[in-house]
Protein backbone atom coordinates (compact mmCIF):
# COMPACT_ATOMS: atom_id res chain seq x y z
CA UNK A 1 0.00 0.00 0.00
CA UNK A 2 1.44 3.39 -0.84
CA UNK A 3 1.78 5.62 2.35
CA UNK A 4 0.03 8.54 2.51
CA UNK A 5 0.86 11.83 2.30
CA UNK A 6 -0.03 15.18 4.04
CA UNK A 7 -1.41 17.96 2.62
CA UNK A 8 1.43 19.83 2.64
CA UNK A 9 3.17 16.92 1.20
CA UNK A 10 0.56 17.18 -1.46
CA UNK A 11 0.61 20.89 -2.17
CA UNK A 12 4.52 20.73 -2.46
CA UNK A 13 4.19 17.75 -5.04
CA UNK A 14 1.81 19.56 -6.87
CA UNK A 15 4.33 22.94 -6.49
CA UNK A 16 6.78 21.02 -7.90
CA UNK A 17 4.95 19.39 -11.10
CA UNK A 18 3.90 22.36 -11.88
CA UNK A 19 7.01 24.16 -11.87
CA UNK A 20 8.73 21.53 -14.08
CA UNK A 21 5.90 22.24 -16.28
CA UNK A 22 6.06 25.61 -16.51
CA UNK A 23 9.88 25.67 -17.17
CA UNK A 24 9.29 23.45 -19.67
CA UNK A 25 6.94 25.05 -21.34
CA UNK A 26 9.42 28.18 -20.97
CA UNK A 27 12.18 26.43 -23.23
CA UNK A 28 9.19 25.84 -25.66
CA UNK A 29 8.58 29.16 -25.83
CA UNK A 30 12.28 30.34 -26.50
CA UNK A 31 12.77 28.41 -29.45
CA UNK A 32 9.43 29.16 -30.81
CA UNK A 33 10.40 33.02 -30.67
CA UNK A 34 13.43 32.12 -32.91
CA UNK A 35 11.47 32.23 -36.46
CA UNK A 36 9.62 35.12 -35.72
CA UNK A 37 12.58 36.76 -34.54
CA UNK A 38 13.67 36.50 -37.88
CA UNK A 39 10.79 37.61 -39.29
CA UNK A 40 10.21 40.84 -37.70
CA UNK A 41 13.99 41.27 -38.15
CA UNK A 42 13.95 41.02 -41.45
CA UNK A 43 10.60 43.05 -42.14
CA UNK A 44 12.61 46.32 -40.62
CA UNK A 45 15.74 45.98 -43.12
CA UNK A 46 12.82 46.50 -45.95
CA UNK A 47 11.34 49.87 -45.05
CA UNK A 48 15.22 51.09 -45.59
CA UNK A 49 15.61 49.45 -48.95
CA UNK A 50 14.77 52.54 -51.02
CA UNK A 51 17.72 54.17 -49.44
CA UNK A 52 19.62 51.18 -48.87
CA UNK A 53 22.72 51.96 -51.83
CA UNK A 54 23.42 55.30 -49.51
CA UNK A 55 25.07 55.52 -46.64
CA UNK A 56 24.64 55.07 -44.06
CA UNK A 57 21.38 53.19 -44.41
CA UNK A 58 23.35 51.02 -46.73
CA UNK A 59 25.64 50.08 -43.96
CA UNK A 60 22.64 49.32 -41.64
CA UNK A 61 20.96 47.26 -44.68
CA UNK A 62 23.46 44.92 -44.38
CA UNK A 63 23.60 44.33 -41.12
CA UNK A 64 20.12 43.80 -40.85
CA UNK A 65 20.33 40.97 -43.49
CA UNK A 66 23.88 39.53 -42.45
CA UNK A 67 22.06 39.25 -38.81
CA UNK A 68 18.78 37.77 -40.97
CA UNK A 69 20.92 35.46 -42.73
CA UNK A 70 22.47 34.01 -39.55
CA UNK A 71 19.28 33.45 -37.96
CA UNK A 72 18.26 31.54 -40.95
CA UNK A 73 21.15 29.80 -40.86
CA UNK A 74 20.56 28.83 -37.14
CA UNK A 75 16.86 28.12 -38.08
CA UNK A 76 17.66 25.63 -41.12
CA UNK A 77 20.14 23.48 -38.91
CA UNK A 78 17.81 23.69 -36.18
CA UNK A 79 14.78 22.36 -38.34
CA UNK A 80 17.05 19.41 -40.24
CA UNK A 81 18.25 17.91 -36.81
CA UNK A 82 14.35 18.34 -35.62
CA UNK A 83 13.32 16.08 -38.76
CA UNK A 84 16.11 13.49 -38.73
CA UNK A 85 15.06 13.44 -34.85
CA UNK A 86 11.66 12.35 -36.08
CA UNK A 87 13.23 9.62 -38.11
CA UNK A 88 12.91 11.10 -40.87
CA UNK A 89 16.44 10.33 -42.42
CA UNK A 90 15.41 11.21 -46.23
CA UNK A 91 17.59 12.68 -48.65
CA UNK A 92 15.16 15.43 -49.47
CA UNK A 93 15.65 16.50 -45.69
CA UNK A 94 19.68 17.18 -46.26
CA UNK A 95 19.08 18.81 -49.99
CA UNK A 96 16.71 21.05 -47.89
CA UNK A 97 19.04 21.66 -45.35
CA UNK A 98 21.65 22.63 -48.46
CA UNK A 99 19.14 25.19 -50.38
CA UNK A 100 18.69 26.69 -46.71
CA UNK A 101 22.53 27.29 -46.31
CA UNK A 102 22.88 28.40 -50.08
CA UNK A 103 20.12 30.88 -49.61
CA UNK A 104 21.39 32.51 -46.61
CA UNK A 105 24.93 32.66 -48.76
CA UNK A 106 22.57 34.52 -51.43
CA UNK A 107 20.26 37.19 -48.52
CA UNK A 108 23.93 37.94 -47.26
CA UNK A 109 25.17 39.07 -50.66
CA UNK A 110 21.80 41.23 -51.79
CA UNK A 111 23.29 43.03 -48.09
CA UNK A 112 26.49 43.25 -48.73
CA UNK A 113 26.62 43.82 -52.85
CA UNK A 114 24.49 47.40 -53.49
CA UNK A 115 23.16 46.70 -57.07
CA UNK A 116 24.30 50.03 -57.91
CA UNK A 117 27.45 49.27 -56.65
CA UNK A 118 28.26 45.73 -57.58
CA UNK A 119 25.38 45.00 -60.20
CA UNK A 120 26.14 41.82 -60.63
CA UNK A 121 26.89 39.99 -57.32
CA UNK A 122 23.63 41.45 -56.01
CA UNK A 123 21.61 40.21 -58.98
CA UNK A 124 23.37 36.60 -58.12
CA UNK A 125 22.60 37.60 -54.78
CA UNK A 126 18.45 37.62 -55.42
CA UNK A 127 18.77 34.40 -57.56
CA UNK A 128 20.22 32.39 -54.73
CA UNK A 129 18.02 34.75 -52.19
CA UNK A 130 14.38 34.10 -54.39
CA UNK A 131 14.84 31.27 -56.56
CA UNK A 132 16.94 29.09 -54.11
CA UNK A 133 14.94 29.80 -50.99
CA UNK A 134 11.57 29.17 -52.86
CA UNK A 135 13.15 25.55 -53.46
CA UNK A 136 13.65 25.72 -49.91
CA UNK A 137 10.62 26.23 -49.30
CA UNK A 138 8.56 24.18 -51.57
CA UNK A 139 10.80 21.05 -49.60
CA UNK A 140 10.05 22.01 -46.12
CA UNK A 141 6.31 21.91 -47.46
CA UNK A 142 6.86 18.17 -49.07
CA UNK A 143 8.67 17.45 -45.40
CA UNK A 144 5.75 19.26 -43.21
CA UNK A 145 3.21 16.13 -45.00
CA UNK A 146 6.42 13.26 -44.40
CA UNK A 147 7.03 13.83 -40.75
CA UNK A 148 4.81 12.40 -38.09
CA UNK A 149 3.58 14.14 -35.34
CA UNK A 150 2.92 16.64 -37.55
CA UNK A 151 2.97 20.02 -35.55
CA UNK A 152 -0.04 22.71 -35.80
CA UNK A 153 -2.55 20.43 -36.71
CA UNK A 154 -4.22 20.25 -40.32
CA UNK A 155 -3.74 23.68 -41.13
CA UNK A 156 0.20 24.19 -41.24
CA UNK A 157 0.59 22.29 -44.15
CA UNK A 158 -2.22 23.49 -46.66
CA UNK A 159 -0.83 27.39 -45.29
CA UNK A 160 2.81 26.59 -46.09
CA UNK A 161 1.55 24.64 -49.78
CA UNK A 162 -0.56 28.31 -50.09
CA UNK A 163 2.35 30.60 -49.61
CA UNK A 164 4.71 29.27 -51.30
CA UNK A 165 2.46 28.99 -54.63
CA UNK A 166 1.38 32.81 -53.69
CA UNK A 167 4.96 32.93 -53.27
CA UNK A 168 5.96 31.33 -56.77
CA UNK A 169 3.57 33.15 -58.58
CA UNK A 170 4.94 36.90 -57.30
CA UNK A 171 8.51 35.72 -58.43
CA UNK A 172 7.24 35.16 -61.41
CA UNK A 173 5.30 38.16 -62.24
CA UNK A 174 8.61 40.14 -61.22
CA UNK A 175 10.32 38.35 -64.32
CA UNK A 176 7.93 38.99 -66.52
CA UNK A 177 7.54 43.00 -65.30
CA UNK A 178 11.22 43.10 -65.06
CA UNK A 179 11.47 41.76 -68.93
CA UNK A 180 9.04 44.66 -69.75
CA UNK A 181 10.80 47.36 -67.85
CA UNK A 182 8.02 48.09 -65.32
CA UNK A 183 10.44 48.38 -62.64
CA UNK A 184 8.02 49.72 -60.26
CA UNK A 185 5.79 46.87 -60.54
CA UNK A 186 8.12 44.09 -60.39
CA UNK A 187 9.60 45.90 -57.19
CA UNK A 188 6.11 45.91 -55.29
CA UNK A 189 5.99 41.97 -56.85
CA UNK A 190 10.05 41.18 -55.63
CA UNK A 191 9.35 42.97 -52.16
CA UNK A 192 5.97 41.17 -51.60
CA UNK A 193 7.44 38.08 -52.00
CA UNK A 194 10.27 39.07 -50.15
CA UNK A 195 7.63 39.56 -47.49
CA UNK A 196 6.12 35.84 -47.79
CA UNK A 197 9.48 34.26 -47.50
CA UNK A 198 10.01 35.58 -44.40
CA UNK A 199 7.02 35.07 -43.20
CA UNK A 200 7.72 31.48 -43.95
CA UNK A 201 10.49 31.47 -41.96
CA UNK A 202 8.20 32.74 -38.77
CA UNK A 203 5.76 29.75 -39.49
CA UNK A 204 8.71 27.39 -38.12
CA UNK A 205 7.51 29.05 -34.69
CA UNK A 206 4.71 25.92 -34.73
CA UNK A 207 7.37 23.35 -35.30
CA UNK A 208 9.75 24.68 -32.96
CA UNK A 209 6.95 25.24 -29.91
CA UNK A 210 7.72 21.41 -29.64
CA UNK A 211 11.50 21.97 -28.97
CA UNK A 212 13.20 21.56 -25.36
CA UNK A 213 16.59 22.23 -26.60
CA UNK A 214 19.29 21.23 -29.16
CA UNK A 215 22.89 20.31 -29.56
CA UNK A 216 25.11 19.26 -31.62
CA UNK A 217 28.80 17.27 -31.63
CA UNK A 218 31.03 15.86 -33.58
CA UNK A 219 31.36 11.90 -33.99
CA UNK A 220 34.22 9.92 -34.98
CA UNK A 221 34.49 7.64 -37.97
CA UNK A 222 32.65 4.10 -37.45
CA UNK A 223 36.40 2.08 -38.39
CA UNK A 224 37.80 4.20 -35.02
CA UNK A 225 34.47 3.52 -32.79
CA UNK A 226 34.55 -0.05 -33.70
CA UNK A 227 38.75 -0.37 -32.58
CA UNK A 228 37.64 1.42 -28.68
Not at 78 to 89: A, K, N, V, W
Not at 150 to 173: D, E, N, Q, Y
Not at 174 to 180: D, G, N
Request: positive net charge; aromatic residues 12%.
Amino acid sequence: MLPALGRGAVEAALESAGGEELTDLQKMWAWALLPILLTVWTTVGLWIVTCGTYSPQSCIFAQVLNIGAVLGLWISFIRFQQIRDYGCHCRLNTISLILGVVMMLGISLVGNFQKTNQTETHLVGSILAFYVGMAYFWLQTALTYQVKPRHGGKWVGPLRFCLCLLCTALIIMMMVFHIQDLKSVAAICEWTAAMMMFFLFGLFAVDFWHLDGHFYHVQKKQSVLKRE
